[in-house]
């Protein structure tokens, strides 16, 4: 769903069906954005949002949860914030919340 909005608002996107398959990913070449959520498998948000700022440090994060079982959204996402993430979405958000998101990081990229 993620994917077809960005590239439905003129994004390039690349996906990762995990954490571990993004650090790979984030190891072998630059992106303009990260947008990751916090609970994934393999290897966390948390983890992933590391990673990209030990590599990548100047590339602008977008952290989403919607929370679990042990985890609640809201430390989930203050979790994010903390290790670099500059921008935490709560799910559900609405699409404009997103694309807003997007624009207000990359306002030179925006199609």
């Known amino acids: 769903m993620l994917r077809d909005l960005l590239r ?6 690349t996906e990762a069906e995990n954490g571990r ?3 790979a990913c984030l190891r072998s070449a630059r992106y303009d954005l990260l947008v990751t959520d916090v609970l994934l498998p393999e290897a966390d948000g948390t983890e992933v949002i590391k990673v990209t700022a030990t590599l990548h440090g100047d590339m602008p994060i ?13 430390v989930a996402l203050a979790l994010t914030e903390a290790v670099g993430a500059h921008r935490a979405l709560f799910k559900p958000f609405r699409d ?14 925006r199609p």
Do not use: W
């Open 8 to 13: 439905a608002a003129g994004h390039e996107v």
């Open 21 to 23: 398959v993004a650090i």
């Open 62 to 74: 977008i952290a989403m949860s919607g929370g679990g079982r042990e985890l609640p959204a809201v």
């Open 96 to 109: 404009t919340e997103l694309l807003a998101a997007v624009d207000d990081l990359l306002p030179e990229k």
